[in-house]
């Protein structure tokens, strides 16, 4: 579905939309994780209800729900932090394909949600990630962002590194 979002929107001359949250996770873990939403980061909120609509999802609070797929979309942000997040673009069946946020800033996302909300879940998928990763991880970017005010979560990351995780 993020894939036909995203074909539609580039045919109207639009950027595809950054797939975030769980269902980014769910990729990065190859599954491990699984979600029942799919969570974009957006700017063009008119050009992503109109693609949506076309889909026949229906605007329900903060979700778009299309009943006969059971399948729900949230764009909760506008855009990535930083101008210059990396992305990763997945190549998928029939020429269709999805942007989806840099494995950096979806482990600060799960190390936020693990120390800020008490996530255990988000606590062992950080671990994951990490472990799954450690090799390919930007440690000098991932270490910066985990040291952003907003973050506050370079600590655990370097606790994490010298525990062996990576």
Same mark, same amino acid.
């Given at each position: 579905?993020? #894939? +036909?979002?995203s *074909?539609?929107?580039?045919?109207?001359?639009?950027?595809?939309p950054?797939?975030?949250?769980?269902?980014?996770?769910?990729y990065?873990? *190859?599954e491990?994780?699984?979600?029942?939403d799919?969570? +974009?980061?957006? %700017?063009?909120? /008119?050009?992503l209800? /109109?693609?949506l #609509?076309? +889909?026949g999802?229906?605007?329900?609070?903060r979700?778009?729900?299309?009943?006969?797929?059971?399948?729900? !979309?949230?764009?909760p942000?506008?855009?990535?932090? #930083?101008?210059?997040?990396?992305?990763?673009?997945?190549?998928?069946?029939?020429?269709?394909?999805? !942007?989806?946020?840099?494995?950096?800033?979806?482990?600060?996302?799960?190390?936020?949600?693990?120390?800020?909300?008490? %996530?255990?879940?988000d606590?062992?998928?950080?671990?994951?990630l990490?472990?799954?990763y450690?090799?390919?991880?930007?440690?000098t970017?991932? /270490? *910066?962002?985990a040291? +952003?005010?907003?973050?506050?979560t370079?600590a655990?990351?370097?606790?994490?590194?010298?525990?062996? !995780? %990576?």
């Amino acid at each position: 579905m993020t #894939g +036909l979002i995203s *074909r539609l929107l580039t045919d109207k001359g639009k950027p595809a939309p950054v797939l975030i949250g769980g269902l980014a996770l769910s990729y990065y873990t *190859r599954e491990v994780y699984f979600t029942a939403d799919i969570d +974009l980061a957006y %700017s063009d909120r /008119e050009a992503l209800d /109109e693609v949506l #609509g076309e +889909l026949g999802f229906v605007k329900k609070g903060r979700y778009w729900i299309h009943a006969g797929l059971d399948i729900a !979309v949230e764009a909760p942000t506008s855009g990535l932090a #930083g101008e210059n997040a990396p992305t990763e673009t997945a190549e998928l069946e029939g020429d269709l394909f999805c !942007v989806i946020i840099g494995l950096e800033d979806l482990i600060i996302d799960r190390m936020n949600a693990c120390k800020h909300w008490r %996530s255990e879940v988000d606590c062992e998928m950080t671990e994951l990630l990490i472990a799954r990763y450690g090799k390919e991880i930007d440690w000098t970017y991932l /270490e *910066r962002k985990a040291g +952003l005010p907003e973050n506050d979560t370079l600590a655990e990351l370097r606790a994490l590194r010298a525990k062996g !995780v %990576s």
